[in-house]
Structure formats: C-alpha cells, structure tokens
C-alpha cells in the first residue's frame, strides 16, 4: 500500500481526466516531474512512477517510496537517460523541448498513453514562457502524434491557476 504523499499544487485535471485509462500498477514516466506533482498522484494510484528531472530537490519527501525510481539529468544537454525503456504512460506537463519528441514516442508502450499539457503560441501575452522555441504552434501535439489514437486534443486559453495558453493531448500507441 502506498503511503500518503503531499503535494504543494495539485495534479492537472487534464491528467487527472485520462488517469482512468492507466491501470493501477502501471509504469508510469513522469518527464521533467518538477515538484511531483503527477509522480505523487500515480504513486497514489499504486503505479511505479520513473520521475525525471534536472533538479529533484522538490521530490525528497518520496525518496524511499519502493514505487519511485528518481533520475536527475538535463534532458537538453545530456544523452537520453532511460535507453529503451518503455512505459504504459509517459506524462508530461509544462516543458517542451522538442527533440525529445520521439525519445517521447519510444518510451511509451504499444497500447500505452501519452499525456501531454504544456504552452502554447499566444502565452506570450500572458507572460513566460515568452520563447517561441518553449511554446507549441497550433495543432503541433496533433502532428508529433497523428499516427496514433488521439483521445483529446485542446488549444486553448486557460485562466485557472494563471492565464495562459495552452495546448494539450493524450493519444494511445497503436498496438
């Protein structure tokens, strides 16, 4: 059984929505997990969450869970840190580097999710990211995943916890 775990936000209820298609138990890869939030809400859940990030300071109080492995690395500058690893669920929510997109695409499992939320072209007006090289261009989730079943798609203004644009997918691996 899994123990109570904290969080300081809460789990983005685009995850949240589609978490029902991930098993309990299942392998989860929870890329650039920031603070934990995702990790922690799978844990939960029973899965075995694989939680990648540059700096994994923020997942200290889950060191020890039998269900976490931690990798601290820099996604942008270093190799691809789970070789051929595959997942039922890859997760990731709010970065972007795009030649991670089919490292991405690998590491799920045939029949496995994709769950993806991060912003988009237009959030500039709101703030950071500001870059275009961190924000999606309309409709680019659908393409990086066109040969898969998409089960949602949104592009969207989002005003809840802070205005923003953002763009969204969760699509399964063709078996």
Sequence with gaps: MSTQ???????????VNYADRVNDGSDILDLACGRGRHTRFFLERGCRVMAIDLNIEGLSDLMGDPGLAVLEVDLENGPWP???AEFD????????WRPLFPRIRDAVRAGGLVIYETFAE???RFGKPSNPDYLLKEGELNDWFSDWKVLGYE???ETDPRPAMVQRICAVKPS
Aim: glycine content about 8%; aromatic content about 8%.
């Design 155 to 157: 592009h969207t203004e």
């Design 82 to 84: 789970i070789g051929n």
């Design 5 to 15: 775990h904290t969080a300081t936000t809460p789990p983005s209820p685009w995850v």
């Design 122 to 124: 237009g959030n500039e």
């Design 89 to 96: 669920a890859v997760v990731v929510t709010n970065y972007l």
